[in-house]
């Protein structure tokens, strides 16, 4: 079992930052990425950035070049940090890893933290 608890988020006017956090408990015995994922009022849950446990990172093109994944291993805790935030960046953030062991594979999701840009 893996727990995930978010915090950071808040209310941030346009052009503000964030960062967000991802504290994980448990066994993290067979998890490779971390993931930010954000799910916006009405519309599908997206993926904003992705970052293995080699430090490969990957983002979406609609903040890449403004957000920035990062990752402590030692605290098992997963970082995002938001710089330019647009009034578009307003979601319910999640954090997301993926268990394998074995053939067993097993998602776990963050209870999620709001994250609103407005003026």
């Known amino acids: 079992q893996v727990q995930l608890v978010e915090s950071g988020g808040g209310l941030v006017q346009p052009g503000g930052t964030l960062r967000l956090s991802c504290a994980a408990s448990g066994s993290m015995f067979g998890i490779n990425a971390m993931k930010w994922y954000r799910q916006a009022p009405g519309k599908e849950r997206e993926l904003v950035a992705s970052?293995?446990?080699?430090?490969?990172?990957n983002y979406s093109d609609s903040v890449k070049g403004r957000f920035t994944i990062s990752r402590d291993n030692a605290k098992n805790t997963l970082y995002l940090q938001m710089n330019s935030l647009k009034p578009e960046d307003t979601a319910v953030y999640f954090c997301?890893?993926?268990?394998?062991?074995?053939?067993?594979?097993?998602?776990?999701w963050g209870q999620g933290t709001q994250v609103t840009v407005s003026s």
């Open positions: 970052i293995s446990s080699g430090g490969s990172i």
């Open positions: 997301y890893v993926r268990q394998s062991v074995g053939i067993i594979n097993q998602d776990y």
